[in-house]
Structure formats: C-alpha cells, structure tokens
T-cell receptor
Framework: GDSVTQMEGPVTLSEEAFLTINCTYT??????LFWYVQYPGEGLQLLLK?????DKGSNKGFEATYRKETTSFHLEKGSVQVSDSAVYFC????????FGTGTSLTVIP | DVKVTQSSRYLVKRTGEKVFLECVQD?????MFWYRQDPGLGLRLIYF???????EKGDIPEGYSVSREKKERFSLILESASTNQTSMYLC???????????????FGPGTRLLVL
C-alpha cells in the first residue's frame, strides 16, 4: 500500500545553516505530495505541495521537488532561522492521506 | 482563509466517561477527518467522512465513533474513555474536487485530551 518514510529526528542546527529533511514514498499511481509544519502547541499547517513529477513546491524559503525516479520529496532550506523550529511532516495524497512520523527541527541562535 | 475550529484545546476526563470532540469548518468542504497524534507514531487516521451522514473507518477506529449530521461539523466520540486514549486529536477538512491542487487538508489547532 501507499506509505511515506521520512528522516528520523530530532535535528538541531545553528541559525543560517542548510537544512535537508529526507522523505521517500511508496505509491501506486501519481499522488500529490505535501510538507506540513507544526509549531509548538498548534495544529498542522500546509508548508508546500507538488502535484506531479518534477514540480517544485516552495514557500517561506523552503523548497521540495517531486522526484518520480527516486520516489522522493526532500525538504530543503538554504538558511534556517530560529523561527523555523517546529515539527515537519511529509505527506502523500493517494486513495487517502498518508503522513510520515514527523521530524523535529530545533534551530539555535 | 480556511478555518477549522475544535471545541476545546485541552480536556481532562476520567476513565469510563463518554467524551465528545467537536470540529467545525467554514469552507463548505465535503471531506472531514479525525486523527490522533502520538510521539513517535505521527498522525494516525481514526475516521473520515466524505459526505453528510457518511463515515468510513480509518486505521485505528476501535474505541471511537463519529457523527456527521451537518456538512460543516464532524464529531468524534469516545464511548468509554480509557487511559490509552490520552493523546492529541486533530481534525482536518478538504475539498472533494479531485483536481490535485485542492486535495490539501486543512487542520484545526488540536485538542489535547488527558484521560485519568
């Protein structure tokens, strides 16, 4: 069945460091792919999405490219800020929504 | 902006109590979902609904039921709360257009439930 596997955390980075959070998926067909972010004490918010192969989703300096050949949708940001500290979830919309287990990111000044 | 609201942010209940968690969305979305979120397990789907009075079991429906009497409201019911139902409960909604761009799920702020 469909599934999403994302990088185990927690991840701790210094401010202005480069961020990569890996996400790979298994799916039949061509699902839409998403990254959601959850700030402390809040629900999930959509960060970015891509609906077909080679699409690049971007928002707030974050980017992810839908790679069909490697079944991946890695999240990247060139320079993280303290305010990016949150839990990040990769997700897939197949016959239902599938979420990864989440990766906790802490950015220290 | 899509708004999904949940009736309580924090709730404390006793074992055996019947618990109602309410969720309301204001975007006329057809689909609504209930998840629970636990450390290390991510989000797990409890129940979902694609239409009024319609419900489907998700991955972990045991011990839960749902009600959708109106399009905008989706209720999660714990028939007899147990300590292993202590968790964060998240409600979400989405459009049913099926065009990819509108499959996005929009989440409420969550209800943190403690069962003693």
């Amino acid at each position: 069945g469909d599934s999403v596997t994302q990088m185990e955390g927690p991840v701790t980075l210094s401010e202005e460091a480069f961020l990569t959070i890996n996400c790979t998926y298994t799916a039949t067909g061509y699902p839409s792919l998403f990254w959601y972010v959850q700030y402390p004490g809040e629900g999930l918010q959509l960060l970015l999405k891509a609906t077909k192969a080679d699409d690049k989703g971007s928002n707030k300096g974050f980017e992810a490219t839908y790679r069909k050949e490697t079944t991946s949708f890695h999240l990247e940001k060139g320079s993280v800020q303290v305010s990016d500290s949150a839990v990040y979830f990769c997700a897939l919309a197949g016959n239902q929504f599938y979420f990864g287990t989440g990766t906790s990111l802490t950015v220290i000044p | 902006d899509v708004k999904v609201t949940q009736s309580s942010r924090y709730l404390v209940k006793r074992t055996g109590e019947k618990v109602f968690l309410e969720c309301v969305q204001d975007m006329d979305h057809e689909n609504m979902f209930w998840y629970r979120q636990d450390p290390g397990l991510g989000l797990r789907l409890i129940y979902f609904s694609y239409d009024v009075k319609m419900k489907e079991k998700g991955d972990i429906p045991e011990g839960y039921s749902v009600s959708r009497e109106k399009k905008e409201r989706f209720s999660l019911i714990l028939e007899s709360a147990s300590t292993n139902q202590t968790s964060m409960y998240l409600c979400a909604s989405s459009s049913q257009s099926g065009q990819g761009a509108e499959e996005t799920q929009y989440f409420g702020p969550g209800t943190r439930l403690l069962v003693l």
